[in-house]
């Protein structure tokens, strides 16, 4: 099976512009989440999409948004970027919840690099 | 916020040796995951444990958990350069529909 795959790898843009990544999950994987990572507040999770639906979002401003379409690829905007939203930004699709509510194994993505000037 | 906090933050060790990081957290878990990073890449899981479970392995891997003590580590056996990443630990929060990562440990191993 092809990994996840997140387009493009970098990205430079300059404050006050919107972005968009995009992100395509392993095939029959129905859950896609994004996180940000950064030195300092380390891996932040966004938000978890699930057959199209936002099941759960992290603590991020309105800036940052995501949606998800019907073959299960995902895509996160983030409008009017602030030098601060600079960060690796990660995707990782899986399966889903495991039966009794268990969370399991998240396959990752290599990244897109955003960097704010 | 983080949930987990790895322990040590740092860690240097030659070739051959064990690898021991801890991982600490702070709310009741269904599971709890040990993922791997190497350098500015994704991460890719390496083993899951859940919460009624005591200790897994997974070839050079040991993973224990202690739900009473909230506290999990990861023993890698007889290292190898290649292990050289950074470890994060990941809680599945029981009522929070999402995996919570620590803040990793750094491991190099010094070939």
């Known amino acids: 099976k092809a990994g996840v795959t997140q387009t493009p790898r970098y990205l430079i843009k300059t404050r006050g512009q919107q972005v968009t990544l995009s992100c395509s999950p392993i095939s029959g994987h129905r859950s896609v989440s994004w996180y940000q990572q950064t030195p300092g507040q380390g891996l932040q999770f966004l938000f978890e999409y699930f057959s199209e639906t936002q099941r759960n979002k992290g603590n991020f401003p309105g800036r940052f948004s995501g949606r998800q379409f019907s073959n299960s690829r995902s895509e996160m905007n983030v409008s009017t970027l602030e030098l601060g939203d600079s960060a690796l930004y990660l995707c990782a699709s899986s399966s889903g919840f495991l039966a009794g509510g268990y969370y399991n194994e998240q396959f990752f993505g290599p990244g897109t690099r955003l960097t704010v000037l | 916020s983080q949930q987990g906090e790895e322990d040590p933050q740092a860690l240097s060790i030659q070739e051959g040796e064990n690898a021991t990081m801890n991982c600490s957290y702070k709310?009741?878990?269904?599971?709890l995951q040990w993922y791997r990073q190497n350098s500015g890449r994704g991460l890719v899981h390496l083993i899951l444990?859940?919460?009624?479970?005591r200790e897994k392995h997974s070839g050079r891997l040991r993973v224990t958990l202690d739900t009473s003590k909230k506290s999990s580590s990861l023993l890698i056996t007889a290292s190898r350069a290649a292990d050289t990443a950074s470890y994060f630990c990941?809680?599945?929060?029981?009522?929070?529909?999402?995996?919570?990562f620590g803040t990793g440990t750094r491991l190099t191993i010094i070939p």
């Open positions: 990941a809680t599945d929060e029981r009522g929070n529909e999402k995996l919570t």
């Open positions: 709310t009741s878990i269904n599971n």
């Open positions: 444990i859940r919460s009624n479970e």
